[in-house]
């Protein structure tokens, strides 16, 4: 189950993110690295941005947000899916991003951005299936929040991706 963000699941959510940065791949990185973190409704879910959790029962296996930045642009950010949970066959992921576009179609919003880092092959290979193609990071908006670890990034056009995201 996809549903949006409450505060009931901030310490499931932290704990999901930094055990797949920290734990799986390896990553020096913190909560205090990560301040959107710590006030997750105050930085995401304002203007044209959200954040969602998929659910199994009460635990959280997965994320995806939408940061508002501005000129109908948004940042797609802390797409995460719990290892165990990652199959094509269970759809998490896939679910995720449907969810968070349809929701920024709804809304107006007409160009999506990320960034990521590059220990997270699979995650560019999923990007690239579903429309988004990687850019230099002198394309990216000055408003653009970019986190420290991120090295690569990518864009869309919402309505590419929608057509895409569908198949």
């Known amino acids: 189950m996809i549903a949006e963000y409450e505060d009931k699941f901030r310490q499931r959510v932290l704990d999901l993110i930094l055990n797949i940065q920290r734990g799986e791949y390896g990553m020096s ?3 205090k690295d990560q301040p959107d973190l710590a006030d ?7 203007g044209n941005g959200n954040f969602w959790v998929a659910l199994q029962g009460e635990e959280v296996v997965g994320t995806i947000a ?3 930045i501005g000129n109908a642009q948004n940042a797609l950010r802390k797409m995460f899916v719990a290892q165990h949970w990652r199959c094509r066959d269970k759809g998490i992921a896939a679910s995720l991003l449907w969810t968070a576009l349809d929701w920024a179609k709804d809304r107006g919003v007409t160009e999506i951005f990320l960034g990521t880092t590059p220990h997270f092959l699979a995650a560019h290979k999923f990007y690239e299936r579903k429309g988004f193609h990687e850019i ?6 000055k408003s653009f929040p970019i986190m420290k670890v991120d090295t690569k990034f990518y864009s869309s056009k919402l309505s590419l991706i929608i057509s895409d995201i569908r198949h």
């Open 66 to 68: 939408l940061k508002d």
């Open 40 to 46: 997750i409704c105050g930085f995401y879910k304002t």
């Open 29 to 31: 990185i913190t909560a």
């Open 136 to 141: 230099p990071k002198e394309s990216l908006p």
